[in-house]
């Protein structure tokens, strides 16, 4: 029997295990290791095929390198040493495969262990690893007075999982929407809106209106060259404080937040400091006077540069020979004043990889200027395509409207929903599809890599089977309807000794490591596979193993694991900002 009475996931929070000490297995097994062949960089993971073990290390390549020996014989090596040295009895056996694996399967009792551990801490996946430390996640990032594009979308969604993954690590996470406020392309849209503005049109479709007024100058300025002198002298006037220039910047900055949020309304996020780029207009010129004093940046017929030659990088150029400040001038006030205000540890850039060119020079400057290294990051995506590989656009070939992608969403879902739930009222069902949509559009990114082009493909992205979404958030409902039935209790884990269930538990023991794994390299995909792969392992463990039918002890135990799933289910998707429902 057991010494004493085990608590679940869901129940009383006295007594629980801090999460601090909940050792996963592989953990375990990644520290026996370490203690027979100390100063080694070693990892311990899960192998593709499960005949290879519960889980495989690769150290026996290196350390064949650094002995001089076989990888075999290193394998060799490392097998006997781990086998003599098993104090927990955590391993049943090991193998050495060809050309040089140790593949390690656990004893049953050591994997009912951890789950017993595992059902009994508070918070089970979150950590404190980040505890006392404080990372900036800049994040979507728009452009006033343009619609939101994909882009800024994709980076939106990417931005806000890691910004909650980090927060349950125990990170101090400042949400920053860095808007691109400022730039001559305002004085090309005040020159535009003095002349055709409409403001009854500014106030009922304001992007849309703004647009228009964009795309009709820039049009007028290919053919008539007037036109840019134009926008360049109302720009300069709004940088000068000409106050109705100011006053219609203000309106269209105005205007153009409330559409955005909107949209992060729609998607559940929301940001602690929305400073844009015309923030640092003050801070410019110092900036720049500084950067020539320390002899970093240098006049180059009247403009000012600064050689990265020695980085391998283009020279970047910090002001024109107008005076006017560029993209990069600002991102420079920018990193200063963020490090000054808030002295973080981290600081990333969710951005489209297009501008890798422009993050490169930027953090070499910053370092230049001595505000720091590898403590910076750009966070690129790809791009957004449509269903037939190309740029999304709409029929005509022209800009897609984020809220008009919602929209779609939620027609379709809507449509899914009313089929499936002809039972429930409207109004559940209106909550249902809004769920569902947006937790399909956000899981359909997050489940890639951010360096790959995702494709918007409804049907996939909202099918209910499948790496989607729905099938996510449809799997926790189900495990909830059995948990509905019959609450958790007392149980001993020692029931569980089928391969299903030991499986599932397998699974349960990668949750924290997916968590972090995404933290430490920015790639939100890590977590979603893994939510992927334990939805999968729990609907084939219910599927296969009856629980409200099975006989007392196994009941309780098997009711006790898939209750621990769908908590680890929920947190996970809950992190990567997708809701789940009780029920649809
Ligand atoms: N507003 C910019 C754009 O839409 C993105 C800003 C990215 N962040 C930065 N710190 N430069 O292209």
């Known amino acids: 029997m057991l010494s004493r009475p085990l608590r679940l996931c869901l129940s009383l929070p006295s007594d629980l295990i801090p999460i601090i000490l909940l050792l996963m297995l592989s953990e375990k097994i990644q520290k026996l290791i370490e203690a027979e062949f100390p100063g080694n960089d ?15 290390t690769n150290l026996a390549f290196s350390l064949a390198k650094k002995e001089r020996m076989s990888p075999m014989q290193a394998a060799e090596k490392i097998k006997s040493a781990v086998i003599a040295e098993d104090p927990e009895k955590l391993i049943e056996k090991i193998e050495v495969a060809a050309p040089g694996f140790v593949n390690f399967w656990l004893t049953p009792k050591s994997i009912q262990d951890i789950f017993a551990r595992i059902s009994q801490s508070k918070n089970f996946g979150k950590s404190k690893v980040g505890d006392g430390r404080k990372i900036i996640v800049e994040y979507s990032s728009p452009n006033i007075a343009k619609p939101m594009h994909v882009g800024h979308f ?3 969604i990417i931005g806000d999982a890691l910004a909650n993954i980090h927060k349950a690590l125990g990170y101090k996470v400042i949400r920053w929407n860095y808007l691109g406020d400022w730039g001559v392309q305002f004085g090309k849209l005040t020159a535009a809106y003095k002349m055709w503005g409409d ?33 360049q002298l109302e720009f300069k006037k709004l940088e000068n404080g000409d106050k109705g220039n100011r006053k219609l910047w203000e309106l269209f900055r105005k205007v153009s937040l409330k559409d955005f949020d909107k949209v992060y309304k729609m998607l559940g996020v929301k940001f602690d400091v929305e400073i844009g780029e015309s923030f640092y207009e003050s801070h410019l010129k110092p900036l720049t006077k500084s950067l020539v004093k320390d002899g970093i940046a240098k006049r180059s017929e009247g403009a000012l540069i600064i050689d990265l030659e020695k980085y391998g990088l283009p020279r970047a150029l910090v002001e024109k020979s107008d005076g006017a400040s560029l993209y990069l001038t600002r991102d420079l006030a920018n990193i200063k004043y963020r490090l000054s205000k808030y002295k973080t540890d981290k600081i990333i850039h969710v951005v489209g990889q297009e501008q890798s060119l422009h993050f490169q020079q930027f953090f070499r400057v910053a370092e230049m200027l001595g ?10 995506t790809a791009l957004v395509l449509g269903p037939d590989g190309k740029k999304l656009s709409t029929r ?15 027609s379709i879902t809507r449509e899914i929903v009313k089929e499936k739930n002809s039972s429930v009222s409207a109004k559940e069902r209106e909550k249902i599809a809004k769920v569902v949509a947006i937790g399909a559009l956000k899981y359909n990114d997050l489940s890639q890599s951010r360096l790959s082009n995702i494709i918007f493909d409804w049907n996939k992205m909202l099918s209910f089977e499948g790496d989607s979404g729905p099938y996510l958030q449809y799997t926790y409902v189900r495990l909830k309807s059995i948990l509905r039935k019959m609450r958790p209790s007392k149980f001993d884990p020692k029931v569980l000794a089928l391969p299903g269930e030991l499986d599932l538990i397998l699974k349960l023991d990668r949750f924290p490591e997916a968590i972090q794994k995404s933290a430490e390299t920015f790639y939100p995909h890590y977590l979603a596979q893994y939510l992927y792969d334990l939805a999968k392992s729990a609907s084939r463990f219910y599927e296969e193993h009856p629980v409200l039918k099975a006989e007392s002890a196994v009941r309780k135990a098997r009711l006790a694991l898939i209750s621990c799933a769908a908590d680890a289910l929920k947190t996970g998707l809950n992190l990567l900002g997708v809701e789940t429902l009780e029920r649809m």
């Open 42 to 56: 070693i990892s311990v993971t899960v192998p593709e095929v499960q005949t290879h073990g519960h889980f495989t």
């Open 154 to 156: 994709r980076a939106t």
């Open 199 to 231: 403001a009854k049109k500014l106030k009922a479709e304001p992007i849309k209106h703004l647009l228009e007024l964009y795309v009709r100058f820039s049009a007028q300025a290919k053919i008539n060259p007037e036109f840019e002198n134009l926008g």
């Open 371 to 380: 505000l720091g290294k590898d403590k910076f990051f750009h966070v690129g």
């Open 396 to 410: 005509e070939g022209k800009t897609i409207f984020i809220e008009d992608i919602i929209n779609e969403a939620l």
